[in-house]
């Protein structure tokens, strides 16, 4: 299955462009921090959620420009979404 995606610098790629970098998860809690210190730590690099609803993810585009960037993206659809979901950003899955 393919999709495109809107590069920042160079717009509408073929994903075959790209290299998924993961969903965004916040920032990286420290081993001092006081709710959880190294259990916090593990929870936030291990445990990824996939649930087939929109959700900001990181995109490298190696193929192209070589820009990190971030998109909403529906993966149950495979279309770019603005944030929450609300409406699309007129990306297609073709």
């Known amino acids: 299955m393919t999709f495109r995606l809107t590069c920042p610098v160079c717009g509408k790629r073929d994903v075959y462009e790209f290299t998924y970098g993961g969903p965004e ?5 420290t081993e001092t921090d006081l709710d959880g210190g ?5 929870r936030w690099s291990q445990f ?30 495979n279309r770019e979404t603005r944030p929450g979901g609300a ?7 073709s």
């Open 25 to 29: 998860r916040g920032p990286r809690p």
């Open 38 to 42: 190294a259990e916090a730590h593990f």
């Open 48 to 77: 990824r959620m996939n649930r087939a609803e929109p959700r900001e993810e990181w995109w490298h585009h190696g193929a192209g420009c070589g820009v990190w960037f971030s998109t909403w993206r529906d993966p149950a659809t």
């Open 87 to 93: 409406g699309g950003s007129g990306g297609d899955s």
